[in-house]
C-alpha cells in the first residue's frame, strides 16, 4: 500500500501540511547551526547536528508523501528537475561571483562547489532517466499547466487544487500558472 496522498483532502492534510514545512525548516536551520558550530571547531556538535538535519529530511519527505504533494509517477517531475539542477550551476557561479566581488571570497568558494554540485545532480538524475527510461506519461486530452519560473508542469484540472496550492518545486502560487495549448 502506497502512503502517497493519504492525507490529501482530508481534515488532517493542513496539519500534515505544516509539519512538512516545519520539518524542512528544521533541516535547514540544523544544517545551518552545524555550519556555525565547525566555524568553532566544535566537529562532534556538527555532526550530531547533521545527523538531525538527515533525519529531519526523512520526516519532511514523508509527510509531503501522505499530502500527495509531489506525483506518485515521478519520473516527469524527475525530468524537470534535472533541467533545474543543470541550470542552478550557473546561477549559483553567477552568484559566487557577485558574492567573491563584495569581498567575501571564502564563501564564494564554498558558493562555487555548492554550483558543481549542482549539476552533479542534473547528471545523477540523467543517469537514472537513462538506466529506467521511464515511459512518457500519457496527457493526450489532459490539461497541462506550466508554472513559468520553474517550468514544473500540472496535468489535470489546476482549479480543482486549494487556493494555498502552490508549486511543488518552486512555491509559485497556482494563480501564475499558464495553460499549455
Known sequence: MSLHGLTKGTPLEKAVGALAQGEANGVMMYYALAQLAKEK????????LIQ??????VHAGFYATLNGKYPQDFW?????????EYSGQQQIKDLADKVRAAGFAEAADQMEI????????G?????????YNPPKADTTGKKIYVCP??????VGDINAEPEDWTCPL????????KEKV
Open 114 to 121: 555548492f554550483a558543481k554540485q549542482e549539476y552533479h545532480h
Open 52 to 57: 538531525s538535519a538527515n533525519q529531519e529530511a
Open 170 to 177: 518552486c512555491g509559485q502560487p497556482k494563480s501564475v500558472f
Open 149 to 154: 519560473v520553474c517550468g514544473f508542469e500540472y
Open 123 to 131: 547528471e545523477v538524475i540523467d543517469e537514472l532517466l537513462k538506466k
Open 76 to 84: 516527469a517531475l524527475l525530468e524537470i528537475i534535472k533541467k533545474a
Open 41 to 48: 571547531g566544535m566537529d562532534d556538535v556538527a555532526e550530531t
